[in-house]
């Protein structure tokens, strides 16, 4: 959660502050606010709740004096509602010292108390003032802004990114993380800082990336990083993959427009340097042969969505590699003290690279013995300098919250491993490999087959619908984790109730929810290669019909038996059995934009959701 940007420099930093929170404003936008040092040395701040347009309209009526030196920050509300007074930067050692904050500081209380005792007043109810008023203390003992900030980060228990600056001195930013994301951009005679490389890419695509409990310091002249000892520590450089235009709308009426029209191109991207000889050979896994043949089991960790990907991956990894598999949510794996151990390996998934549930438990994961292999969208991510292997997938920027084109990335990605690690254990011919390679390499064409031919019907039919207060989704083996997609999509940006449930659990409970007008999407297997599958799904149509729902099926094309039983019919390509979960998402992501904007939501921006879940 939370976007934060910082510039050092010698441009002006209003434009380069504002336009980075643009890009962030995804991480959330309960509120916003930039502090700039101006060219007469004087700190000047401006922060207001509501959407980062609220700050541009007051800025548009009331300029801050511009400067070189600028730290900005968009909210998602931890500690405190989004309310002005809590919006950041916020200020300490009398109006000198501006703070901005990503996480939690789970001691703050505490750490309050002390403060008040020794007579300090608080204008804000969260945590940040807290670290901004520690900050100004040690900075008026010491006069050294690197110090007081490595002296003040010692003593916080929890997540966090903390960037400061100080009037004193023009030029320097100091920023610290803790279990929060934190990059580094490199520019020509100026740097900058990010919660991701989105903060300043329309800049620089060269980047650093900040490991834990360490503490940068940039200035027009350089970076230097230090861990929490104050000793310097080496910095992984990387180069951005993408330009800005990527996370630009292009035209389109919304992101997430755009990013389901980018599906196809998501799938093939991830594809794209990983097939040799006809096999699944992925570059980043040389060398982890002995891993992979030494497991006997696979745990695939994920929050939300990425969660439903491993669902998905889950069939592909047991029919194709052979290992069990069980998919955990990952706030939960680490409390109940799962049985794990070098013969574990565990997956986690997360397009941010930063979800904080996964990456605790990623980490305790390690801590108990497993090897650990992360799937990330995100260069330069915190989860992915944690695990032992990383596979990335190429989906490029995702800013809608709701993700679409990672989603099918990621299990691309899972499709991918699974063909590698049977591949390493023998455990399918080549020749099946193979055939699966060329299905996976066919999905593109056919996502975008969906996109030309139902993609005007889907909308209309969720124009239609833009009243529904309800809706349930059905499927069957890999057809299940994407009705939950569905459901999840819906409920995301529609705000409407809607439920997933596995065809098969319909009479033991949820089949009391149908009445007359209940509308049910229902993903239907194939007739072709899962015929008793197919059958059982059309069993269960016939049961929900009867008891007055209007059945939307999802079926692939010339799937004559689903006709008679069905009230609308949205045709997916012919695929194998795995693969039709990656085609018929698509039309779910398509209903649930078109319903959320006939309802006049913003799909991008759902209310109390941000896309980076950076908090436990």
Known sequence: MCGIVGYVGPRQSRDILISGLARLEYRGYDSAGIAIIDADGGLGMRKRAGKLQVLRDDLAGHPLADGTTGIGHTRWATHGGPTDANAHP???????????????????????????????????????????????????????????????????????????????????????????????GLGEGENFLGSDVAAFVEHTRNALAIGQDEIVAITPAGVEVTDFRGEPVEVEPFEVTWDSAAAEKGGWSSFMAKEVSEEPEAVANTVLGRIRDGLVDIPELDGLDDVFTGINRIVVIACGTAAYAGQTGKYALEQWARVPVDVELAHEFRYRDPVIGPDTLVVSISQSGETMDTLMAVKYARERGARTLSICNTQGATIPRESDAIVYTHAGPEVAVASTKAFVAQITALYLLALHVARVRGSLPHAEIARHVRELEAVPGKISRILEREQERTTQLARWMADTRSVLFLGRHVGYPIALEGALKLKEISYIHAEGFAAGELKHGPIALIEPGQPVFVIVPSPRESALLHDKVVSNIQEIRARGARVIVIAEEGDAAVLPFADEVLRIPLAGPLFEPLLAVVPLHIFAMGLATAKGLDVDQPRNLAKSVTVE
């Open 90 to 184: 916020h200020l300490a050692d009398d109006d000198k010292l501006a703070v901005i904050h990503n996480g939690i500081i789970e001691n703050f209380a505490t750490l309050k108390a002390e403060l008040v005792s020794e007579g300090y007043e608080f204008r804000s109810e969260t945590d940040t003032e807290v670290a901004a008023i520690m900050i100004g203390r040690e900075y008026a003992a010491s006069g050294d802004l690197v110090a007081a900030f490595r002296a003040t980060v010692a003593r916080f228990e929890g997540a966090y990114t903390l960037l400061a600056m100080h009037q004193d001195h023009p030029g320097l930013v100091v920023a610290a993380r803790r279990n929060s994301p934190l990059v580094i």
